[in-house]
């Protein structure tokens, strides 16, 4: 399973709780710093030193294990713990009037907790942040956290309600977020998938045309046509394709009809059988020139005879035709319904397109060689003549 996705996702929204942290120092400073500026009171930052430190020393160490990923698993703990601090020494500036400052400290430090964490780590994180502004208030008042609890009056509503917002508006973005990043991921995959299919089908077509260039023999042209298929997939994919069987007919030239040359999948006895290509699929595709697609093998006049083939449910006829001349044909079949893509039929027919001009060029080179032993004979005919006619004149 690949968790880029997830791990770029996780980072931005460490970064993003980073520096909403600088903002709430900000707008704390102005919102407790800027009566007191106004009123001239003496030591306008002093109060403020030890909760700025604290955060900033909390977003530097979160800062360090954003930056390292060996340390990614970590950083939840580090935000609680850090967050908690924060919580107890920002609460420590309020003063018992300041209920809004109160609500604000603790619900933007929940609030943010809950959206990074989700759902379980969140409570676990708000919990926190309540127990720790509970105790600094205790300290700061020096009664017990029942009395706290009780002054602090229709604020823990508010709180609650804050948190629970919250954790609602958690559970939705994480639901969204993590649906988009699975989109992501299996978009990903199928590209992925697709770069290497047709880097693998390339290979194929590619390994095909130089055995294609290599060889004259028919029998291995055909071979080498039904081995490039694999690249296509239709022996590998098992769950679109199924179980596929194929094999290469060429025409005989004494009686012109379809001689099984080579085939995968098929029986040793589909190896000697012929067909007449005069009915059923295969007539259709000599007639048409053109892949043409049927149904069961058992419900053709021809292919029913096939054992390799029996068990199909999908069938595709490739003729090999170049100009006016047809060499035979390639077949191929699934034992699923409707397996062919057009995809697939695009690729084989490149495939016997490649076979049909290997069978014409090595055709026309068994010509050029019957006719060279032609001429060679005659040749050798001619002089065997004229030496039998010199041999015999001075005998005379």
Known sequence: MDTTGSIRSTTWQDWTLFALRWVFLVAIALIVELPRIQSRAPDIIGHLAVPALILVIANVFLAVFILYPVLHKAIPGVIMVGDWAIAAAFVGLTRPQDIALLIGIIGFITISGLLRLGILLGTVHAVGVFIAALLTLSMMTSQPIGVVIGNLGPTLPILLLLTLTAGAWSFILNRLVNALQKHISEHEEN??????????RTRAIYEMAVKLSTTLEYEQILTAALKATDGVGLHEQVRSLGRVVSAALLFRAEDNQLQVVTGRGLTQRDHTLVLPGTSGIVEKALKEARPVFAKRATKDPELQYLAGFQD?????????RAGFETYGVLLYGSELPDAFSEEHVDLLMAIGIQATVALQNAALYNSLMDERNRIIQVEKQERDKLARDLHDGPTQ
């Open 191 to 200: 590209s992925t998938d697709q770069v290497k299919s047709l880097r693998k």
């Open 312 to 320: 199909t449910r999908s069938l595709v006829c490739i003729p090999l």
